[in-house]
């Protein structure tokens, strides 16, 4: 338990009259600037990003990777680009610290506008665009049993641009989502029966201030809720003499809700069951707010009353 501004060269004179310019002669002759279009990922340089797409069944046509160009003119911003985007595990690995697995080739296709060589992927700016997509055909409902997947990406060519050397990589965690996914404040009051330190309210400005959990799609209507780090599932309080959060190893909770609007309380396989009585577990659509309360043995009963309050999609 526990836890430049570009320099602006201004001519000022006096005056400043062209009379003339033979054929082949440089009215403003100088240096020609050696700048290139610059091609990356603006979410490049960031660690893991997620993709939570809404839970619907069917094929679609889904943006995975952001591409942007920087034009340093505008006869480069209206010529086409071509950009070459490769997969790499590594990346996927590095950045997501090895807790997202390469999401399976059988969940997806590559989009027409994003032919597969078995190397790369092509994706075109056409003359006048600075932001394209690399798009997947996939089905959101069937990432709902693939666990935690995604792919990691790679600026591999951009032919006469330059690639940003700070943004040319991104590995992209891709979810489903029902209609109660999301990140949501946690408040309420905790009893038990032994410990008075722990007994009490938490979440409040007082009691430990904001306390946030992810609640992650497991089902058309069935959740897990996520602390993230060591906490992960775990049920969390308030110890109101430390000051600080805590949190129950052996005790860890999921949700699914019902037609009606009730809520049912699950305790994850292998940890300390929650009590079978009826706590009266509810869904509030129209606030998007869970009230949960239920509670577990262990030698006595433990009593939790959490208020899940919408904050925003993860």
Known sequence: MKKVLQKLLFLSLASFVITSCEKGEEAFPGT??????LIKLPEGGNGLITIALDLTPGVAAINV???????????A??????????????????LSGASVAELPNTLYSSHPDNPYDGQYWTVTFKPGEFVKHLKFNLDPSLLITAGNVGMGFLIAEAPGCQISDAKSQVAVAISAKNQYDGIYRVYGTFFHPTNPDITGAFGT??????????????????LNRN?????????VVYNNVVGVFTYFTGVKMRFSVNANNTVNVIPVP?????????????????????TLNYGWTSGAQRLITENLVYVRPR
């Open 205 to 222: 400005a007082t009691t430990g201030g904001q306390l946030l959990c992810e609640m992650i799609t497991t089902g058309a209507s069935s």
């Open 227 to 235: 602390y993230g780090g060591v906490v992960g599932e775990s049920v």
């Open 65 to 75: 990777l952001e591409i942007r160009r920087e034009a340093v003119s505008a006869a």
């Open 32 to 37: 020609p600037t050696t700048e290139k279009t």
């Open 270 to 290: 292998g940890f300390i069951a929650v009590d079978p009585s009826p706590y009266n577990c509810t869904y509030n659509p129209a606030t998007r707010t869970f």
């Open 77 to 94: 911003l209206n010529a086409p680009q071509v950009v070459k985007i490769a997969k790499s595990n590594a990346i996927l690995s590095d």
